[in-house]
C-alpha cells in the first residue's frame, strides 16, 4: 500500500494579501533604516541588516557549511558577494536619495533582465516606458531641489546588482535545498558588507537601542517578508507575483511621504508610475518569469 503524499502545510494568509503586506513590510523596514542613518551611518545600517539577517537564517535553516561541495561553494560565493554589494550600494543611495526614487531607479534592473535578448515589441515598449521614466528623474540640470547624481548612480548599480542576484540565486537554488542557500548566500553577503560598516565607525556608535532598531530592520526588511514571499510563491504564478512586485516603488513613496515626510515632485511621481508599469507590464507578457524576489 503505497503512502499518501504529505500535505502542505496551511497558509497563513492567502498569497496575495502576502505578497502585499511582504512588500509593505520591505519599504517600511527601508524606511526605519533610513532613520538610522545619522547614529550608524548607510553601510552601518546595511550592516546590521544584513549581518542580523543572516545570523537569524542561519539559526532557523541551519545549512551543512561544513559540507558544502565544491558547486556549492562556487554558485553560493558570487551569490552572496552580489546580495551584500545590492544592499550596500542601495543603503547609500536612500542616504542621498528620496526612498520612492531610490526604488524606482532600483527596478530598472530586474526589468531589464526580464526583457533582455527579447524581440517582441511589448517588451521594447516596456524598455521604452522604463527609459522615460529613468529620463524624468535623472538630475539633468543642477540647482535647488535637483537630485543627488552620485545616489541616481547607486540606486543604478543597486538595479544591476539586483539583476545578478536573481541570475545568480536561481543558479544557487540549483545546488542547495530550500532556504539553505539563501542563509548562506546571507552569511556572504554580511562579510561583504560589514568591512565598510566596520570602517563606518559601526563599533564605536553601536548600542543597545540601536542593536534593537537594528533587530527591527533585518525582522522587517528580510525575515517577515521573505517568510511570506515563500508562503505565497507555493501556490501563486511567478507572473502574478511580479505584477505584485511591481507595486514597490509606489510603495517605498509612500513609506517615505508618510514615515520621513520626504515629498516628490508630480515629474517624480510620473517617473515612478512609467517604471511601475513597466515592470507589471514585463510581468504581464513575460513568456516565463523569474520573480525578483528581495532578501
Known amino acids: 500500500m503505497s503512502e499518501a503524499p504529505a500535505a502542505r502545510p496551511p497558509l497563513i494568509l492567502p498569497p496575495i494579501p502576502a505578497v502585499i503586506l511582504a512588500v509593505v513590510s520591505v519599504q517600511g523596514g527601508a524606511a526605519f533604516a533610513k532613520e538610522l542613518f545619522p547614529a550608524l ?5 546595511a550592516g546590521m ?10 539559526a ?8 558544502l561541495t565544491r558547486a556549492q561553494w562556487s554558485a553560493i560565493i558570487p551569490y552572496g558577494v552580489v546580495l551584500g554589494a545590492m544592499n550596500l550600494s542601495f543603503y547609500s543611495a536612500l542616504q542621498r536619495i528620496p526612498l520612492g526614487l531610490a526604488v524606482t531607479l532600483e527596478f530598472v534592473g530586474p526589468l531589464a533582465l526580464a526583457v533582455f535578448g527579447s524581440r517582441r515589441v511589448a517588451d521594447f515598449l516596456w ?6 521614466g529613468i529620463a524624468l528623474i535623472t538630475p539633468w540640470r543642477g540647482g535647488v531641489g535637483a537630485l543627488d547624481l552620485l545616489g541616481v548612480l547607486l540606486a543604478l548599480f543597486a538595479g544591476g546588482c539586483w539583476a545578478a542576484y536573481i541570475v545568480l540565486g536561481g ?31 559601526l563599533a564605536a556608535r553601536l548600542t543597545p537601542p540601536l542593536f534593537a ?12 517578508p521573505f517568510t511570506l514571499e515563500m508562503m505565497a510563491l507555493r501556490v501563486l504564478p511567478s507572473r502574478t507575483f511580479g505584477i505584485l512586485m511591481s507595486l514597490e516603488p509606489a510603495a517605498a513613496a509612500l513609506s517615505g511621504l508618510v514615515f520621513l515626510h520626504e515629498q516628490l515632485t508630480v515629474t517624480q511621481w510620473l517617473a515612478l508610475v512609467f517604471v511601475s508599469a513597466a515592470s507589471a507590464g514585463a510581468a504581464l ?10 532578501a
Open 60 to 67: 532557523v535553516f541551519r545549512p551543512p557549511l561544513a559540507r
Open 49 to 58: 541588516r544584513i549581518g542580523l539577517s543572516a545570523l537569524l537564517l542561519l
Open 171 to 201: 543558479r544557487a537554488s540549483r545546488v542547495f535545498q530550500g532556504a539553505q542557500g539563501v542563509a548562506t548566500g546571507m552569511l556572504f553577503a554580511s562579510l561583504t558588507v560589514l568591512p565598510f560598516s566596520f570602517a563606518e565607525g
Open 41 to 45: 551611518g548607510s553601510a552601518g545600517t
Open 213 to 224: 532598531a537594528g533587530l527591527a530592520v533585518a525582522l522587517l526588511s528580510s525575515a517577515v
Open 127 to 132: 524598455v521604452l516606458l522604463a527609459a522615460v
Open 285 to 294: 507578457t513575460a513568456r516565463r518569469v523569474s520573480p525578483p524576489v528581495e
